[in-house]
């Protein structure tokens, strides 16, 4: 089993910035995607980044310009900075995990064993 925390969330105006993190617990090892969403009420739940176990990464092309995945393996945690943020960006904020088997699809809700409880943004005009 994975645990996944979340924190960073917050209330900040237009233009502002967040950093996101995300510590995982229990049974890491090898081999596990990590990927950040958000949801918004009444709608589905939107892929924002991701990272795979070799580190390569990938984003929502709306936020790829704005948001910035990395990770501390030594520290189990995956953060997500968002700069320049937007009323629209305004959500509650996911991390998630894969470990396989199975095919990993970043952007897919589908695609994770394990969630964290989530964070919320706020961002006013």
């Known amino acids: 089993q994975v645990q996944l925390m979340e924190s960073g969330g917050g209330s900040v105006q237009t233009g502002g910035s967040l950093r996101l993190s995300c510590v995982a617990s229990?049974?890491?090892?090898?081999?596990?995607?990590m990927g950040w969403f958000r949801q918004v009420d009444g709608k589905a739940r939107e892929g924002v980044a991701a990272?795979?176990?070799?580190?390569?990464?990938s984003y929502a092309d709306s936020m790829k310009a704005r948001f910035t995945i990395s990770r501390d393996n030594a520290k189990n945690t995956v953060y997500l900075q968002m700069n320049s943020l937007k009323p629209e960006d305004t959500a509650m904020y996911y991390c998630?995990?894969?470990?396989?088997?199975?095919?990993?699809?970043?952007?897919?809700?589908?695609?994770?064993?394990?969630w964290g409880r989530g964070t919320q943004v706020t961002v006013s005009s």
């Open positions: 229990g049974y890491i090892g090898s081999g596990i995607c």
């Open positions: 998630a995990a894969f470990r396989g088997p199975g095919v990993w699809v970043w952007d897919s809700d589908q695609g994770y064993n394990y």
């Open positions: 990272m795979d176990a070799d580190g390569s990464y």
